[in-house]
């Protein structure tokens, strides 16, 4: 069984920084060779991707709302992913999801990703 627990959640003011992160754990999960990414859901929404990067770290993908903003990466020694969100808007409040996947494209393609995690609220005041 493949858990994805996602921390750093908060209530934060516009302008702010808050770093994410996903721990992976699971016997038959191998978190060295899966891309890894971040999808978000405000309320009353559609869940929509954010970020993602390759297992071997060569390659990023932003969706064009956050990009250069947020930055996406990882640290497989650790089996942990982050997401570091910078310049924060009221917009970006949302439930933010950990997700797994063998294929990065899997993020961006709406063909769905393997695993998730249950979510962490970030709250962005203006």
């Known amino acids: 069984q493949v858990q994805l627990v996602e921390s750093g959640g908060g209530l934060v003011q516009a302008g702010d920084s808050l770093r994410l992160s996903c721990a992976a754990s699971?016997?038959?999960?191998?978190?060295?060779?899966?891309?890894m990414g971040w999808f978000r859901q405000a309320t009353g929404k559609e869940c929509e991707f954010a970020a993602a990067i390759d297992w071997n770290v060569r390659r990023t993908v932003y969706a064009d709302s956050v990009k250069g903003r947020f930055t996406i990466s990882r640290d497989n020694a650790k089996i942990t992913m982050y997401l570091q969100m910078n310049s924060l808007k009221p917009e970006d409040t949302a439930v933010y999801y950990c997700?797994?996947?063998?294929?990065?494209?899997?993020?961006?393609?709406?063909?769905?990703?393997?695993?998730w995690g249950k979510g962490t609220l970030v709250t962005v005041s203006s």
């Open positions: 997700a797994a996947d063998r294929y990065i494209a899997d993020f961006i393609g709406g063909s769905g990703v393997d695993y």
């Open positions: 699971g016997r038959t999960f191998d978190f060295s060779t899966n891309a």
